[in-house]
């Protein structure tokens, strides 16, 4: 699942927010204010929200023993 229903606020990914570089967002409410930061008028915009990547799978544990039928 890429979305979790429960999610943090985050100015970074708020309807009201746009993102001027990395570590500023401007927020319709608030002004210049941090992505981490979240106000009481959040609005949450899937869009914006970049989800974290899967984790890559070790394959260096497995044999070729594993592999053969």
């Given at each position: 699942?890429?979305?979790?229903?429960?999610?943090?606020?985050?100015?970074?990914?708020?309807?009201?927010?746009?993102?001027?570089?990395?570590?500023?967002?401007?927020?319709?409410?608030?002004?210049?204010?941090?992505?981490?930061?979240?106000c009481?008028?959040?609005?949450?915009?899937?869009?914006k929200?970049?989800?974290?990547?899967?984790?890559?799978?070790?394959?260096?544990?497995?044999?070729?023993?594993?592999?053969?039928?």
């Amino acid at each position: 699942m890429l979305f979790a229903k429960k999610i943090e606020p985050r100015c970074s990914y708020c309807q009201r927010g746009k993102s001027i570089d990395s570590e500023t967002v401007l927020c319709k409410k608030k002004g210049v204010t941090q992505p981490d930061h979240a106000c009481r008028s959040f609005r949450y915009d899937p869009l914006k929200r970049v989800p974290p990547r899967p984790a890559v799978p070790d394959f260096s544990r497995l044999k070729d023993e594993d592999f053969s039928l």
